[in-house]
């Protein structure tokens, strides 16, 4: 008896195989993010290769759900909870607003929404999707300087980010957290014209996924794309050798070059040249692949997250122009050709009452 339990304790299980190669493959992921060493120029990029380049190393390939996941963590790196202090993080104003609806998409979820009006009632509305990593408290001080334009805003932090439920998100959750933000924002901004879907970074890629699929003058009035990015596995590739490899086997997408052929709304971009985490040659092939006429405005020396601090001048100069523009483009363009959907969400049939913010 004693033999055989010594011969049981010497055969792995399957969850003892699953548990050493998850251990190998977290030591694979911190050994690719510490060869970025403490470049902050280089963070991003190495942080989105890790898990693909991973992946590559291992030899793993689609199909396993533990893996899968560490790639969407690491590579979206999403931020749940709520600074310590709120109300310092924005310059709050009589009626902000501050509170969750519960998700379209997962019963039992919920989704933060920030809503930022003006008091001119004719003022334009803007959607903001943000990136990975920082939720709507990180991004406080770009969505102030947007406001500081014009804009009333209605703002959105997906599944896993802030005040929303806690989840591993995923593009699919993100994309459908956005439509739902969209829904809210359509009841807020009745005309169409003066509706505006701004993304920055990755939250351009879902900008780009919402307008494809919208009209112009009928749904929206123009699509604001900052930092952009093509593919998020272009943004791995350019992180060397490893991000090369990890990007052709990723899962995560993000694809907006290939749909912002179906955009026909005018499209307003903005690009630093001195962005380390999205090289301005993805911002420029995003917007050759774009139909023509982009409101182009490249910033010399800017960087990735901080435009409206490097130039505020020429920042709020370009979504003021956007703005003008919305009252006079009121013509309509042809409808966009078929792209396989990405549909929004059927909303609650009710949602409770917004609660004000700080």
């Given at each position: 008896?004693?033999?055989?339990?010594?011969?049981?304790?010497?055969?792995?299980?399957?969850?003892?195989?699953?548990?050493?190669?998850?251990?190998?493959?977290?030591?694979?992921?911190?050994?690719?993010?510490?060869?970025?060493?403490?470049?902050?120029?280089?963070?991003?990029?190495?942080?989105?290769?890790?898990?693909?380049?991973?992946?590559?190393?291992?030899?793993?390939?689609?199909?396993?759900?533990?893996?899968?996941?560490?790639?969407?963590?690491?590579?979206?790196?999403?931020?749940?909870?709520?600074?310590?202090?709120?109300?310092?993080?924005?310059?709050?104003?009589?009626?902000?607003?501050?509170?969750?609806?519960?998700?379209?998409?997962?019963?039992?979820?919920?989704?933060?929404?920030?809503?930022?009006?003006?008091?001119?009632?004719?003022?334009?509305?803007?959607?903001?999707?943000?990136?990975?990593?920082?939720?709507?408290?990180?991004?406080?001080?770009?969505?102030?300087?947007?406001?500081?334009?014009?804009?009333?805003?209605?703002?959105?932090?997906?599944?896993?980010?802030?005040?929303?439920?806690?989840?591993?998100p995923s593009e699919e959750t993100i994309v459908a957290d956005a439509w739902q933000a969209w829904a809210l924002l359509q009841q807020r901004q009745r005309d169409p014209r003066r509706r505006v879907i701004y993304g920055h970074s990755m939250g351009s890629a879902v900008a780009v996924i919402l307008a494809s699929q919208l009209r112009h003058g009928v749904d929206y009035g123009a699509l604001a794309l900052e930092s952009a990015i093509t593919r998020l596995p272009d943004v791995a590739a350019e992180a060397g050798f490893w991000g090369r490899i990890g990007a052709s086997i990723t899962t995560l997408q993000f694809d907006a070059i290939g749909r912002i052929g179906a955009v026909d709304a005018p499209i307003w971009m903005l690009h630093g040249d001195a962005d380390k985490t999205v090289p301005i040659v993805l911002g420029r092939r995003l917007r050759d692949a774009a139909p023509p006429g982009v409101h182009w405005t490249e910033v010399p020396g800017g960087p990735h997250s901080r435009l409206h601090e490097y130039a505020p001048t020429l920042y709020t100069q370009t979504f003021r122009e956007l703005q003008v523009s919305l009252v006079a483009g009121t013509g309509l363009s042809a409808p966009p050709p078929h792209l396989p959907p990405h549909l929004p969400p059927k909303l609650p049939p009710s949602a409770p009452p917004a609660q004000p913010g700080p």
């Open positions: 008896m004693a033999d055989g339990m010594a011969a049981n304790a010497a055969t792995p299980t399957a969850d003892d195989k699953m548990a050493r190669e998850g251990q190998a493959m977290e030591g694979r992921i911190g050994a690719i993010v510490a060869a970025g060493g403490h470049d902050p120029v280089r963070a991003y990029r190495v942080r989105v290769a890790a898990p693909l380049a991973a992946l590559a190393a291992g030899g793993a390939l689609g199909g396993c759900a533990w893996l899968q996941t560490q790639e969407r963590r690491l590579a979206l790196r999403p931020t749940p909870g709520a600074p310590a202090n709120p109300d310092a993080v924005m310059a709050w104003r009589t009626g902000d607003q501050v509170f969750t609806v519960p998700s379209a998409a997962a019963p039992g979820q919920r989704l933060a929404i920030w809503w930022l009006p003006q008091p001119d009632p004719q003022a334009a509305t803007l959607l903001y999707l943000h990136g990975t990593l920082r939720s709507l408290y990180g991004n406080a001080p770009k969505i102030d300087a947007l406001r500081r334009t014009g804009f009333a805003i209605l703002a959105v932090d997906y599944r896993g980010w802030g005040d929303s439920t806690t989840i591993v």
